[in-house]
Structures are given as structure tokens and as C-alpha cells.
């Protein structure tokens, strides 16, 4: 069993930054994969940025988000960040934090469904 905490939302103008953390409890440390997620208004959740967490540095980002977004982890705390810069009123969403402990991510790190631990959700603003 895995818990997973968000914090780091709030409102920000466009142009400006936020980072994003996830704390894990301690089963985090047999994710395979852990992911940021965000789902707006009257969409559908979408993947923002995965990794695997076998050390390679395999990572995804979603193209929306490439060169804006960098996602971090500090094994030691249990924490993954995402790093959010140059944001636009498109990135305003519900941010959630995901891990998988079951290995479906590895075929399938940028679908929801691969993942079976959610976060809370941080709201992100942005006008």
C-alpha cells in the first residue's frame, strides 16, 4: 500500500513557475513507475511526466509540456517534484500524483489506468 500526498499548487501568472512535490510512504520504493497526471474542467486526465524508476533515467513527457516541465525525485525522501516553468492558462488543472507496483506502467507509462496509487490533487492555476 502506497500513499501519496501533493502539495505545491496554487495560482501563478502566466510566464511564471511552480514546482510540484509528491510525498510517498514508504511503498513508494517498489513503484516501477511514478507519474504526474492533471486533468482540467471538462477533460480527461492526462499524463504530464513519468518515470521508470529502474535508475536508467527512462522518462516521458507529454509534447505540451516538453522543455517547460522537468520532473526529479529525491529517493532518500520518498519525493518526486515537477518542476513547472514558462506556464500558460492551458496548464490549469487538478495535478496528481501516481505510482504503479505492478509493473503495468512499463508498457504503458502514459496511461492512467497502469497506475494503482493516486495522490489527493494539487490545484494549479494559472491566468
Known amino acids: 500500500h502506497v500513499q501519496l500526498v501533493e502539495s505545491g499548487g496554487g495560482s501563478v501568472q502566466a510566464g511564471g513557475s511552480r514546482r510540484l512535490s509528491c510525498v510517498g510512504s514508504?511503498?513508494?520504493?517498489?513503484?516501477?513507475?511514478v507519474g504526474w497526471f492533471r486533468q482540467a474542467p471538462g477533460k480527461e486526465r492526462e499524463a504530464v511526466a513519468a518515470?521508470?524508476?529502474?535508475?536508467?533515467?527512462?522518462?516521458y513527457y507529454d509534447d505540451s509540456v516538453k522543455g517547460r516541465f522537468t520532473f526529479s525525485r529525491d529517493i532518500a525522501k520518498n519525493t518526486v517534484y515537477l518542476q513547472m516553468n514558462n506556464l500558460i492558462p492551458e496548464d490549469t488543472a487538478m495535478y496528481y500524483c501516481?505510482?504503479?507496483?505492478?509493473?503495468?506502467?512499463?508498457?504503458?507509462?502514459?496511461?492512467?489506468?497502469?497506475?494503482?496509487?493516486w495522490g489527493q490533487g494539487t490545484q494549479v492555476t494559472v491566468s
Open positions: 514508504r511503498g513508494m520504493y517498489n513503484a516501477y513507475c
Open positions: 518515470i521508470y524508476t529502474d535508475g536508467n533515467g527512462h522518462s
Open positions: 501516481a505510482a504503479d507496483l505492478r509493473s503495468v506502467c512499463l508498457s504503458q507509462i502514459s496511461q492512467d489506468y497502469a497506475y494503482n496509487y
